[in-house]
């Protein structure tokens, strides 16, 4: 079994270098110099976004990090570009969408306008291809400009479920390799989940395919049991938290499905680390001048003196408290709505129409990474009550502060364009503030566990990165082990996780004992009620949406999907990935000897 070799800190460089340094820059802090003072409006700014950046506290989304304080200046994570029917319609879009990606942004479309294959076209007495046959040109034009960036290209295709196109949409993806630069979605109402519920499974939902609600849930079942895909978002539940009703309503998201706009609207995205937030104590505290303690008890020698004083400051360092500071956090969470919102008066905007919609509303997205190492720091096993009642005060802090700063800056520089238009009892800077993206890349570069998601696996391989791999073993857990266990059992455990991918099958008591187990579960050692449970916690207090993969293993049955899909829809979420391990065979994140 390789050694961890400094993989994550090889990977970061590699990342760094890669994508993100520009001329002269070869560190972190140089990066965090440029992206401060493009964005600062003043010194305190500048120091406020740098100290925070430096220390890796927040971080902006890629675009922002790439091409702030460059010419480009394109600073924006997320897109929704419209589609049309006609063939100028379409190709416009995929124009829109090429000026997007060679900058680094991500793309979302909704095709449900495009006729169905085989409808009549007037104009040219022929007929429709379809929205599939579009979507396989939008995706080869991806393929073509990520060779002119340096950031492979992602989109979002979604269809709504009464599309007449609707199951061909859904198999597409049913072939490994096929539509690689999209994820699917199917865009379902209330109506047809209550349906789903209530066992209405003859209900028509297509007059003119005779389209079935049991046919069409029982399709995306098998679609998400055979790869993943698709995923699947629920319109109503988008809608009910839309701000900006009277502008329209929403029928798309971003890439990663975090972030539902209106046509040609754009977000900027930064995320917390959560991880970074703690602070530390000792319970138990004595004050240190009692007598006895300076002069020893009952006239003791120095020598007994030190003896005791040391078995009692053994046994504070025992009790050592760890908790979040909140105030900081709030702090931070002010700041960084900030800086997204003076992004949106900084950026480079694609075209015209993208800047026009983005300034009307000006949604900023601030969401957090690290949240399974910030348990891993407090000992909070990820599936447990006080992790979900932790997550959701987190959250409510971080959005109570954005709010605050947001009506802070409506004071000082007015508030958005739409606001007497919309939800907002008070004047608002921004429509929406809050969204939680994957962080993938980000919270490598930050060293923490990305998003809300339970770290995949205590040690891995990272394939497919700049041509190399990396392995990987997450530090919390080297910490913890390195320190308990002796040089050669502790390779050996590393060496069972990996091969394994998971320690909850040890038996010997002297490796890992029951409270170590069930504080290092890892993404596949937990039920997906668990997956989902957290994700609502999360989302109570989230304007926007939440990027996150329910896992499944690979013995799951399509019964188990199908109700992960209707408690997920019960539970208040606005959308919903699942995917079952073992089903692809190209994936990132390893195991030795296997695709997870």
Not at 199 to 210: L, M, P
Not at 405 to 411: D, G, H, K, Q, Y
Not at 568 to 595: D, E, F, P, S
């Amino acid at each position: 079994m390789p050694g961890n070799a400094k993989g994550r800190d090889a990977l970061t460089l590699e990342l760094l270098k890669a994508r993100y340094f520009r001329k002269d820059e070869k560190s972190w802090e140089d990066l965090c110099e440029r992206v401060a003072r493009a964005i600062a409006e003043n010194e305190a700014e500048y120091k406020k976004f740098k100290e925070l950046m430096v220390r890796k506290a927040f971080v902006p989304s890629t675009p922002t990090i790439m091409n702030a304080g460059t010419d480009l200046g394109q600073l924006s994570a997320c897109f929704v570009v419209p589609v049309g029917d006609s063939v100028e319609e379409i190709f416009e879009a995929l124009k829109v969408a090429a000026l997007i990606q060679k900058t680094g942004g991500g793309t979302g479309f909704n095709f449900s306008k495009i006729r169905p294959r085989g409808s009549s076209v007037r104009a040219t007495d022929g007929v429709a291809s379809g929205p599939v046959a579009f979507i396989r040109l939008f995706n080869v034009a991806t393929d073509v400009i990520k060779q002119l960036g340096k950031r492979r290209g992602a989109n979002m295709g979604i269809l709504e479920i009464d599309h007449d196109d609707i199951i061909p949409f859904i198999r597409a993806k049913s072939v490994e390799g096929e539509f690689s630069n999209f994820n699917f979605s199917v865009l379902v109402p209330d109506s047809f989940m209550e349906a789903v519920e209530a066992g209405r499974t003859g209900e028509i939902r297509n007059r003119r395919t005779g389209a079935k609600v049991g046919e069409l849930f029982s399709e995306i079942v098998e679609g998400i049991w055979k790869n993943g895909e698709p995923g699947i978002l629920f319109r109503d539940r988008i809608n009910r938290d839309n701000s900006t009703p009277l502008l329209g309503e929403i029928m798309a998201t971003n890439p990663c499905g975090e972030e539902p706009l209106l046509d040609n609207e754009s977000c900027n995205l930064a995320s917390l680390n959560l991880s970074a937030f703690v602070k530390k104590g000792v319970e138990g505290e004595g004050n240190g001048n009692g007598k006895e303690e300076r002069n020893g008890k009952e006239g003791g020698n120095g020598k007994e003196n030190r003896k005791e004083r040391g078995k009692r400051e053994g046994n504070e360092k025992e009790k050592e408290n760890v908790e979040v500071d909140l105030e900081v956090l709030r702090d931070a969470a002010r700041a960084g709505i900030r800086f997204l919102d003076n992004e949106i008066d900084k950026n480079h905007y694609p075209t015209p129409k993208i800047k026009k919609a983005t300034l009307r509303t000006r949604k900023v997205g601030l969401g957090v990474m690290g949240f399974h190492d910030l348990l891993l720091k407090l000992k909070i096993p990820y599936a447990s009550e006080k992790a979900l009642e932790l997550a959701e005060e987190l959250m409510k802090n971080i959005n109570e502060a954005a709010i605050l700063e947001s009506r802070a800056l409506a004071a000082e520089k007015g508030p958005f364009p739409e606001y007497e238009r919309s939800v907002w009892k008070f004047p608002m800077r921004n429509a929406t503030l809050t969204a939680i993206a994957p962080t993938g890349t980000i919270s490598l570069l930050a060293g923490c566990s990305s998003g809300i998601e339970p770290v995949f696996n205590w040690v891995y391989r990272r394939s497919k990165t700049f041509g190399k791999e990396f392995l990987i073993i997450h530090p919390l857990f080297e910490a913890h082990f390195r320190k308990k266990l002796s040089s050669e059992d502790y390779s050996g455990l590393v060496k069972h996780v990996y091969e394994n991918g998971t320690l909850q099958d040890l038996k010997i008591s002297g490796f890992v004992n029951e409270e170590e187990k069930e504080l290092f579960r890892s993404a596949l050692d937990l039920g997906w009620k668990a997956h989902i449970d957290m994700q609502a916690a999360f989302q109570r207090h989230c304007h926007a949406g939440i990027s996150k993969t329910i896992n499944m293993p690979n013995e799951a049955t399509k019964e188990d999907i199908g109700q992960a899909l209707l408690y997920a829809w019960n539970r208040g979420l606005k959308g919903l990935t699942i995917y079952r391990t073992g089903t692809r065979q190209k994936v990132v994140l390893n195991l030795k000897g296997k695709n997870l």
